[in-house]
C-alpha cells in the first residue's frame, strides 16, 4: 500500500502531505515544555528495546547508532498525525483543488519540458505519460512541496505512539535498511512527517519494493531536483499493481430513472453489456467504452456526478485507496490529455458528517437492525450497505450515501 493511504488513513486526505511543513534536524525535535518526561523516559526504552529488533533485520550496530544518534519523542509528530486521522474534506473541494486550472497548467508545462523523459517512461513501463503527471501533481505539486523533515525521528515516534505501532516500526527498520544499503544517508533522509518521501511520496518499504534507477547512476535517488528515477519508481508501482495501458480509469457516465442504486459499489463489477442493458449511457447519449468489467461509483450519492470505473481505478487505488485520491489522480490526468471537466454537479450545498456524527450513524443503524460490523466512524462497505439497506427500508433513494438528513431520519 502507498505512503498516504497506508500513513494518514483518511478518507479524503491525498494533497500535498508535506506541504508547508517545518524542517527538522537529522537528530529530531527535542521534547516541547508540554510534553511530560515520562514520554520521553518511555521513548528512549523503546528505542533500547527495538535496537536488537533492528539488527535483526540486518541493520548493522554502526547504523543504527549513526541514524539513532540524539533521538528524541517529537511530540508535534503526534499532534498532527492525531489532526489528519480525524481530517475531513467535501470530494468537490478536494477535486477543486486536485485538478485547478493552476496545476493543471502546471502539469501540461512539465510534460512539454520533459517530453522526452516522459516518452522514455511510458515506453518502458507502459504507463501514460498523463498519469505519472498527474501522481506527481496530486502528491508535492511537481517536486515543488517534497518535504523536509528528517524521516528517522518521525517514523521512531510513530513507531513509539502505538496507535499504529506495527506498521511504523516496518517503515523505520526499512529506513535503516535505505541507509545501510547506502541508498541515501540518514542527513538526506527526507520527507513529510509522516514517512512519505521523494517527488511521488514513497515510504521506505515501497521504495525497497519499487524503487528504480532509471538514470542509471547506481542511484534510486527519488529525493534530488531531477524526478527521473521518481516518475519511474511510480509507473514500476503502477505497472505490477495491474495498469493498462489505454484503458481509462474511469468515465463519468449518466443513469436512467429507475435506476437500481443497489448494483453500484465499486467491489459490484458487471459486464459491459449489462451495464448497457441497464441504460447507463456516457453524459452525450453514447455507449460507454467497453473496457471489460467495470463497476458504477457514486462518490457523492445519487446527487452528485457518476461513474463507470475499470481495472485501472484500482491500479491507482493501490497506490492510495481513498477514492477521491483515485478520481482525483484519474481527473488531473484527463485534464493534462486535454479532457474536459465533469458534466453533472457536485452536491455542494451538502455538508459531510464530522467523526462523532459518523460514529453515532454506525451506533443507530446497527441497533436499528442495520449492522454496520463496529462504529469507528469510517464510512466503509458495511457501512454503505447498512445506509442502503436502511434507506430501502423506508422507501428512499438507497444510494448508501450518509447525510445529515439521514441521521435526522435514524433520531427520530
Same mark, same amino acid.
Given at each position: 500500500?502507498?505512503?498516504l !493511504?497506508?500513513i494518514?488513513?483518511?478518507?479524503?486526505?491525498?494533497?500535498?502531505?508535506?506541504a508547508?511543513? !517545518?524542517?527538522?534536524?537529522?537528530?529530531?525535535?527535542? +521534547?516541547?515544555?508540554?510534553?511530560?518526561?515520562?514520554?520521553?523516559?518511555?521513548?528512549?526504552?523503546?528505542?533500547? !528495546?527495538?535496537? +536488537?529488533r533492528?539488527?535483526?533485520?540486518?541493520?548493522?550496530?554502526k547504523t543504527? /547508532?549513526?541514524?539513532?544518534?540524539?533521538?528524541?519523542f517529537? %511530540?508535534?509528530?503526534?499532534?498532527?498525525?492525531?489532526?489528519?486521522?480525524?481530517?475531513?474534506?467535501?470530494?468537490?473541494?478536494?477535486l477543486?483543488?486536485?485538478?485547478? *486550472?493552476?496545476r493543471?497548467?502546471?502539469?501540461?508545462?512539465?510534460?512539454?519540458?520533459?517530453?522526452?523523459?516522459?516518452?522514455?517512461?511510458?515506453?518502458?513501463?507502459?504507463?501514460?505519460?498523463?498519469?505519472?503527471? %498527474?501522481?506527481?501533481?496530486?502528491?508535492?505539486n511537481?517536486?515543488?512541496?517534497r @518535504?523536509? =523533515?528528517?524521516?528517522?525521528?518521525?517514523?521512531?515516534?510513530?513507531a513509539?505512539?502505538?496507535?499504529?505501532?506495527?506498521?511504523?516500526?516496518?517503515?523505520?527498520i526499512?529506513?535503516?535498511?535505505?541507509?545501510?544499503?547506502?541508498?541515501?544517508?540518514?542527513?538526506?533522509?527526507?520527507?513529510?512527517?509522516?514517512g /512519505?518521501?521523494?517527488?511521488?511520496?514513497?515510504?521506505p518499504?515501497?521504495?525497497l519494493?519499487? #524503487?528504480e534507477?532509471?538514470?542509471?547512476?547506481?542511484k534510486?535517488?527519488?529525493?534530488s531536483?531531477?524526478?527521473?528515477d521518481?516518475? /519511474?519508481?511510480?509507473?514500476?508501482?503502477?505497472?505490477?499493481?495491474?495498469? &493498462?495501458?489505454?484503458?481509462?480509469?474511469?468515465?463519468?457516465?449518466?443513469l436512467?430513472?429507475?435506476?437500481d442504486?443497489?448494483?453500484?459499489?465499486?467491489m459490484?463489477?458487471?459486464?459491459h453489456?449489462?451495464?448497457v *442493458?441497464?441504460? &447507463?449511457?456516457?453524459?452525450?447519449?453514447?455507449?460507454?467504452?467497453?473496457?471489460?468489467?467495470?463497476? &458504477?461509483?457514486l462518490?457523492?450519492?445519487a446527487? @452528485? +456526478?457518476?461513474?463507470?470505473?475499470?481495472? =485501472?481505478?484500482?491500479?491507482?487505488?493501490?497506490?492510495?485507496?481513498?477514492?477521491?485520491?483515485v478520481?482525483?489522480?484519474?481527473?488531473?490526468?484527463?485534464?493534462l490529455?486535454?479532457? *474536459?471537466?465533469?458534466? #453533472?454537479?457536485?452536491p455542494?450545498?451538502?455538508?459531510?458528517?464530522?467523526?462523532?456524527? $459518523?460514529?453515532?450513524?454506525?451506533?443507530?443503524?446497527?441497533?436499528?437492525?442495520?449492522?454496520?460490523? @463496529?462504529?469507528? @466512524?469510517?464510512?466503509? +462497505?458495511?457501512?454503505? /450497505?447498512?445506509?442502503?439497506a436502511?434507506?430501502? *427500508?423506508?422507501?428512499?433513494?438507497a444510494?448508501?450515501? #450518509?447525510?445529515?438528513?439521514?441521521l435526522?431520519?435514524? $433520531?427520530?
Amino acid at each position: 500500500m502507498h505512503p498516504l !493511504a497506508s500513513i494518514l488513513a483518511v478518507t479524503t486526505l491525498a494533497l500535498a502531505a508535506c506541504a508547508g511543513q !517545518a524542517e527538522t534536524t537529522a537528530g529530531g525535535a527535542m +521534547p516541547s515544555s508540554a510534553q511530560s518526561a515520562a514520554s520521553e523516559a518511555g521513548f528512549q526504552r523503546w528505542l533500547a !528495546a527495538f535496537r +536488537p529488533r533492528a539488527l535483526a533485520a540486518g541493520v548493522s550496530a554502526k547504523t543504527f /547508532a549513526e541514524a539513532t544518534a540524539g533521538l528524541h519523542f517529537d %511530540a508535534d509528530v503526534i499532534r498532527r498525525d492525531r489532526n489528519q486521522s480525524e481530517f475531513a474534506q467535501p470530494i468537490w473541494d478536494y477535486l477543486d483543488t486536485a485538478a485547478s *486550472a493552476t496545476r493543471v497548467k502546471t502539469g501540461q508545462s512539465e510534460l512539454a519540458e520533459r517530453k522526452k523523459l516522459f516518452a522514455a517512461l511510458e515506453a518502458r513501463y507502459g504507463v501514460e505519460a498523463e498519469v505519472l503527471a %498527474a501522481v506527481w501533481g496530486m502528491e508535492t505539486n511537481f517536486g515543488r512541496q517534497r @518535504g523536509g =523533515n528528517a524521516i528517522i525521528p518521525s517514523l521512531a515516534t510513530l513507531a513509539y505512539d502505538g496507535r499504529r505501532g506495527e506498521f511504523f516500526e516496518k517503515q523505520l527498520i526499512a529506513a535503516l535498511q535505505i541507509i545501510e544499503a547506502r541508498e541515501v544517508d540518514a542527513a538526506h533522509l527526507v520527507g513529510s512527517w509522516a514517512g /512519505a518521501m521523494g517527488h511521488t511520496q514513497f515510504i521506505p518499504t515501497s521504495y525497497l519494493a519499487y #524503487a528504480e534507477d532509471f538514470t542509471g547512476d547506481g542511484k534510486r535517488d527519488i529525493w534530488s531536483d531531477n524526478p527521473a528515477d521518481a516518475l /519511474a519508481s511510480t509507473a514500476a508501482y503502477l505497472a505490477r499493481s495491474g495498469w &493498462v495501458k489505454g484503458q481509462p480509469w474511469g468515465v463519468e457516465v449518466i443513469l436512467p430513472e429507475g435506476f437500481d442504486y443497489a448494483a453500484t459499489g465499486k467491489m459490484r463489477k458487471r459486464a459491459h453489456a449489462d451495464w448497457v *442493458a441497464m441504460g &447507463v449511457r456516457l453524459p452525450s447519449g453514447a455507449l460507454p467504452p467497453d473496457h471489460g468489467l467495470a463497476s &458504477v461509483l457514486l462518490p457523492a450519492g445519487a446527487r @452528485g +456526478p457518476a461513474f463507470l470505473i475499470y481495472g =485501472n481505478f484500482f491500479a491507482i487505488a493501490a497506490y492510495n485507496t481513498a477514492d477521491s485520491y483515485v478520481i482525483g489522480t484519474g481527473h488531473l490526468a484527463d485534464r493534462l490529455a486535454g479532457g *474536459a471537466g465533469f458534466h #453533472a454537479d457536485w452536491p455542494r450545498g451538502t455538508r459531510l458528517l464530522g467523526l462523532a456524527e $459518523r460514529v453515532e450513524l454506525q451506533r443507530r443503524l446497527t441497533a436499528a437492525g442495520f449492522d454496520t460490523k @463496529g462504529a469507528d @466512524g469510517k464510512i466503509g +462497505p458495511n457501512t454503505t /450497505a447498512a445506509i442502503a439497506a436502511f434507506q430501502r *427500508a423506508r422507501g428512499l433513494l438507497a444510494d448508501g450515501y #450518509a447525510t445529515e438528513d439521514l441521521l435526522a431520519a435514524l $433520531r427520530k
